[in-house]
């Protein structure tokens, strides 16, 4: 899913929420979760949209309607380790 297909979404009421994932390496990866699933972001050239920060994600999003937006942190000593991270684990805060 591209930008211009989350905002059609999006103005259709069809996006429960949006998810901004904190990954390694100052990296932020955007989702879009809708009954139940998660769809990853893409750029214009169908690689994942990678942000820079919670703020870049909201200049990405500001024209954007009014959506639940929440940062997901993983608990990086479980990757680290090589264990599966559950979504149990995870921190989501609200924005």
Do not use: W
Not at 5 to 34: P, Q
Not at 67 to 93: P, Q, R, Y
């Amino acid at each position: 899913m591209n930008l211009h297909e989350l905002n059609a979404y999006a103005i259709a009421g069809k996006v429960d929420e949006l998810n901004l994932i904190s990954m390694e390496g100052g990296i932020y990866l955007l989702e879009a979760r809708m009954h139940g699933a998660a769809y990853p972001l893409s750029d214009g050239h169908g690689q994942m949209l990678s942000l820079r920060s919670v703020e870049h994600a909201r200049q990405v999003l500001h024209a954007f309607p009014k959506l639940s937006f929440n940062l997901i942190h993983t608990l990086v000593h479980d990757e680290m380790c090589g264990l599966v991270a559950s979504v149990e684990e995870s921190l989501k805060v609200p924005l």
